[in-house]
């Protein structure tokens, strides 16, 4: 029972950790920018151009909302624009957002290293620290913006720097500046138009069936796109991480089986002589099967359940304290934007799912004792 006990709680923290390690990926990446879905005009993710926006209404953003799974909405305006500072310019993403809709669900305001985040009628624009390096402008500087606007209208605008921003991603810290809404509307001259709403999501799990209903209920005009529709380069490489996985969980299925089959092996050798001793003085072998099922049944179920019970501390023990890396490790982790920790998820599923398959295995391996009854010779087995 013990192997078994031990089994259990190896194949559950493996797997706990497996999928708190792709979890807090999924987060990572929804937070970062994208959210779970967008709601764009249909036709704006092939052709990302101020011409494919849509205009705000609260009619189309309360059928949004009214969508069970939605927790919270936010509107953009998302386009380029030459930043300049004096004689230092680069091209840049100028994104328009309601900031407390925002902070919701991106939690942007946690990305502030300087300065202060922006309120619904601020003027000033809050700049990713990079991009900010690269024009030598800090706190309370002035910013220069150029770009072209909605339906071909010039596009220009002169803005106090109200706060500095440090994203993970080199590419996003490089590069993005933000807008309160009505101050990039007016830049843009796109008054009342949104390039996209950010939605955040109840239950992460019900992603594609929310971004379905919501398809339905907004109409053909716009498109609900998922974050993996959005991203797939990051679904090519978590597939590619859970497919390692599968690899090392393969493994250690493997050894859990040797470290069962090495105990039955034992206990087989070490009641050879009692079992030939009592088929020798007249039981019956098939009573002798029957009892030593019973005998794994009752072992394997215990360890099975006991090895669960065990795990669920631990479990959510390294699910509140995550594991830490530090040094280069975690360095490599935060210039990719995630957080350098090893966490654990606490889905009941992974407590069931691995028990159900080591009891499984366990019982399987369980078959071994049977088969060696039934061959069983009794002068052989009392023999030393």
């Not at 930043?83 to 407390?100: D, H, L, R, Y």
């Not at 996985?245 to 009641?271: A, D, K, P, S």
Request: glycine share 8%.
């Amino acid at each position: 029972m013990a192997a078994i006990f031990f089994a259990v709680i190896l194949a559950v923290l493996t797997s706990s950790l497996q999928e708190g390690v792709f979890d807090n990926l999924v987060k990572n990446v929804v937070s970062f920018y994208s959210g779970y879905i967008q709601v764009h005009k249909q036709g704006y993710w092939n052709e990302r151009i101020l011409d494919n926006t849509f205009e705000s209404t609260t009619l189309l953003e309360n059928k949004i909302l009214q969508q069970a799974n939605v927790k919270a909405v936010a509107p953009r305006v998302e386009s380029f624009a030459l930043a300049s500072s004096n004689e230092f310019t680069k091209g840049c993403m100028v994104v328009g957002i309601s900031p407390e809709s925002e902070n919701s669900i991106t939690n942007l305001s946690s990305k502030l290293v300087a300065g202060n985040y922006l309120n619904d009628n601020d003027l000033g624009v809050l700049v990713g620290q990079g991009l900010a390096k690269r024009l030598r402008i800090n706190i309370q500087d002035t910013i220069v913006l150029i770009g072209q606007g909605f339906h071909g209208a010039m596009a220009a605008g002169k803005y106090m720097v109200a706060g500095i921003l440090k994203f993970g991603s080199p590419d996003l810290n490089n590069q993005v500046l933000f807008l309160a809404l009505p101050t990039a509307q007016t830049l843009y001259s796109a008054e009342g138009m949104l390039t996209s709403y950010v939605l955040s999501l109840e239950n992460p799990s019900l992603l594609r069936e929310t971004a379905q209903h919501i398809q339905a209920t907004i109409g053909s005009n716009y498109e609900a796109m998922t974050w993996e529709e959005m991203m797939p380069e990051v679904i090519q490489h978590i597939n590619t991480d859970k497919g390692s996985m599968l690899i090392i969980q393969g493994i250690l299925y493997l050894l859990i089986c040797f470290g069962i089959l090495g105990t039955l092996l034992m206990m087989m050798v070490e009641r050879k002589y009692e079992m030939g001793m009592m088929v020798a003085i007249g039981m019956k072998k098939k009573t002798l099967m029957q009892l030593l099922m019973f005998e794994s049944i009752m072992t394997v179920f215990s360890g099975c359940i006991l090895g669960i019970i065990f795990s669920i501390p631990i479990v959510y023990y390294l699910y509140v304290y995550p594991i830490q890396f530090t040094g280069e490790f975690a360095k490599a982790y935060a210039d990719f934007g995630f957080e350098p920790i090893f966490p654990t998820s606490i889905e009941a599923s992974i407590f069931i799912k691995q028990g159900l398959i080591i009891l499984v295995l366990s019982l399987l391996l369980a078959l071994y004792p049977i088969v060696k009854v039934a061959r069983l010779n009794p002068v052989k087995a009392m023999k030393k």
